[in-house]
């Protein structure tokens, strides 16, 4: 039905020009509720039909009607999204899309349902699609215009309870990010406020939270506080409140995480991957979590069984690499521990005689790290460990420490 009704506005196109020039806001929103083809109600031909439209509306109403975008943008944000969201509120924000000084308690009346509250969420569906489709179109100047009709609902979709609809705020939430500019988040203030959002979304680990929902929504979140914590304080250099974030991430996220959802292999996976983000991120400031990452990292290696998930391992190296890379001045008194655990990842995939492109990845990687520890402990602060002595008591280490030994 969705299709045909798309074809019919294709011929229209074709037999009424004019239909560009001035379309109805309701055509557009037709069109945009078409334009993600993860919807249950987007079949493929529905979203490439909506999307040439779209592309052909807009062109053509840009070359005949001046600011056209800027004005539809506008129409849709007032007229067709708004209106879904007005009884969504959100204390930490004030009517102009900045933060709030006080917060107050948003009243709920005893009769006011969930599908009364949130029409976005049951009735108005397509209404998610909207929004997104127009967050894709403003810049970096239309959004200061419509700053105001944005901040809401994009606050209302992130704190919402449904799992699925966090990730895609955290989409649209990436979005924005992309065009706002530094100096508009500080002034309204809402950097603190989308930092406050995101943050408990780190605790949402199995049992509580589904394994399917909690990896989806672990791998939206990281990203998006990071791109964040980049809005909120631009530049190279890692400036002290931007530490104290990425200090929670790592304290609040990795570690409580592994602390409570370790034993779910693939959930240990993205959160290793997450922690070379961090520490990458971090730089010689990530030293202070040195004493905790690394024999983490190290029980990751050196699991009897970690060739039955070789990704986890070869995230494990990952991160173990960036350590290397960014805190070398001071991994000399934990050489032993990240030695220990290398030398049992690779005693352990020549046991098992574990043959796969994956695993091959993982000993590449290995020996790689070995490479970086050799150059990491050159200095007189700590002396080295006598790799050939171990060399010497067990001969299958010979691929492993003679590939080191060739780079010392």
Known sequence: MAVAGLRLLSHLQRLVPTLDENPAPDIVTSLASFTDPRDPWTRPEA????????????????????????????????????PSFTKTKNSA????????NYRL?????????EVEMKPWKFRDVHILTVFRWTLGKLDETTIQEHWPLVIPPLLAILDDEAIDNKIKGCEMLV???????????????????????????????????????SICLLEAVYPTLLLLLRARYPGSECSAEKTAVLDQMVRIGILNGFSHAGEYVKIATVL?????????????MSVKHLK??????????????????????????????AILLNDWPRVGRYQAEILKGLVLC?????????????????????????????ESVRTKIVEP???????????????????GTQCA
């Open 175 to 213: 979005a924005l990010l992309n065009i706002t500019p530094s100096w508009l988040l500080q002034k309204t203030g809402l950097g603190e406020v989308f930092q406050d959002t995101l943050m408990p979304y780190l605790s949402y680990l199995p049992s509580l939270t589904s394994e399917e929902q």
């Open 272 to 284: 290793m991957n997450r922690l070379s983000d961090l520490v990458n991120e971090m730089g010689i």
């Open 385 to 403: 460990l006598d790799m050939d002595e171990l060399l010497h008591d067990d001969h299958q280490l010979s691929d492993l420490l003679k590939t």
């Open 93 to 100: 924000i004030t009517e102009q899309g900045r933060k709030a």
């Open 105 to 113: 308690p948003t009243a709920v009346g005893f009769g006011d349902s």
């Open 292 to 321: 905790d990452l690394l024999p983490l990292i190290s029980n990751v290696l050196s699991a009897p069984f970690g060739t039955a998930h070789p990704p986890l391992m070869l995230a494990a190296t990952v991160v173990l690499q």
């Open 47 to 82: 979203f490439e039909t909506a999307s040439a439209l779209l592309v052909n509306l807009l062109r053509r109403g840009q070359t005949t009607t001046p600011k056209f975008l800027s004005k539809m943008l506008a129409i849709l944000l007032q007229d067709m999204v708004r």
């Open 346 to 374: 690779w005693c352990t995939m020549n046991e098992d005689a574990c043959e796969s492109y994956e695993v091959d990845n993982v000993k590449i990687a290995v020996q790689q790290d070995i490479r970086l520890l050799r």
